[in-house]
């Protein structure tokens, strides 16, 4: 079987986005943000941008 992955990066409000991974289990999905995460920081911090991660909740498995 072919892993699926899906990411979304989604305007929220100056300066505010939200990084959306779908994975076919929990351990892709978090492999999957790491690196995204990695990239966006090291490109933010190369242009003299700061980065900040919080992780939220999930709305779908109320964050368990």
């Not at 999905?29 to 941008?49: C, F, P, R, S």
């Amino acid at each position: 079987l072919e892993d699926v992955y899906k990411r979304q990066i989604l305007y929220i409000s100056a300066p505010k986005y939200r990084i959306s991974v779908t994975a076919s289990d929990f351990k892709s999905a978090e492999k999957t943000l790491k690196h995204v995460l990695e990239d966006l920081q090291k490109n933010i911090e190369k242009n003299k941008g700061v980065f900040k991660f919080t992780r939220e909740e999930s709305k779908k498995t109320g964050g368990e």
